[in-house]
C-alpha cells in the first residue's frame, strides 16, 4: 500500500491545472500577466499557457466563446496573512487591475481578508486569508451565498458576501 502524502493524494503532486474557456485569448493574456506577473510560457491563436512557480500551478487559456460562466464559481489563492493580500493587491493595482476588497468577511464558515479583480471573461480571482475557520452553520445553506447564516460568537449572521459580484 502506497503511503499517502499530507494533501491526500497517494502520490506526490507537482502542481494544480485550472484550465478556463475564454472569449478573446489576447485580452486574457494581457490580463493574466497581470494577475500573475509572469509571461505566458506558450501562446496559440485559441490557446495559452502560464506555469506559475507560485503558487504551483499550470493554468490555461482555451478560445471557446461562451455565453454565460459555467460550473465555476471562481478561482483563488490563499496566502499567509493579511499583509500578503494587500501585497498581491497593490501589485495588482500597480498593474492597472481593479480590486474590489472584502476584510473580515465571514465567508465559507470562516473569518476572511481577501481581495478580488475580475478577468476579460468574467471570472473572478480571489486572494485571501483565513482569519479565523469552522464557523458553525447555523441554518441550512445551498452554499456560501445568500440563504446560508453562520454563528459567530454565539450569533446567527446573515450569509456571507464572498461570493464572485454579479455585475
Known amino acids: 500500500m502506497n503511503p499517502v502524502t499530507q494533501s491526500g493524494f497517494p502520490v506526490a503532486t507537482l502542481k494544480a491545472h485550472i484550465g478556463i ?25 485559441d490557446y495559452a499557457k502560464f506555469d506559475v512557480a507560485n503558487p504551483p500551478l499550470n493554468f490555461t487559456l482555451n478560445r471557446n ?40 468577511t465571514d465567508c465559507c464558515y470562516a473569518i476572511q481578508d481577501k481581495t478580488w479583480v475580475k478577468d476579460p471573461d468574467g471570472n473572478e480571482w480571489e486572494v485571501f486569508v483565513v482569519l479565523r475557520d469552522q464557523l458553525q452553520q447555523v441554518a441550512s445553506s445551498s452554499g456560501c451565498c445568500p440563504e446560508a447564516s453562520v454563528e459567530i460568537d454565539g450569533r446567527a449572521k446573515a450569509a456571507p458576501s464572498c461570493c464572485p459580484s454579479a455585475d
Not at 21 to 45: M, Q, W
Open 21 to 45: 474557456n475564454v472569449r478573446n485569448v489576447e485580452a486574457s493574456i494581457a490580463f493574466y500577466r497581470k494577475l500573475f506577473g509572469i509571461e505566458p510560457s506558450k501562446v496559440r491563436s
Open 65 to 104: 466563446p461562451v455565453d454565460k460562466g459555467g460550473a465555476l464559481s471562481h478561482m483563488g489563492i490563499q496566502v499567509g496573512s493579511t499583509a500578503d493580500v494587500m501585497a498581491v493587491r497593490e501589485r495588482w493595482v500597480e498593474q492597472g487591475l481593479v480590486a474590489r476588497d472584502e476584510f473580515g
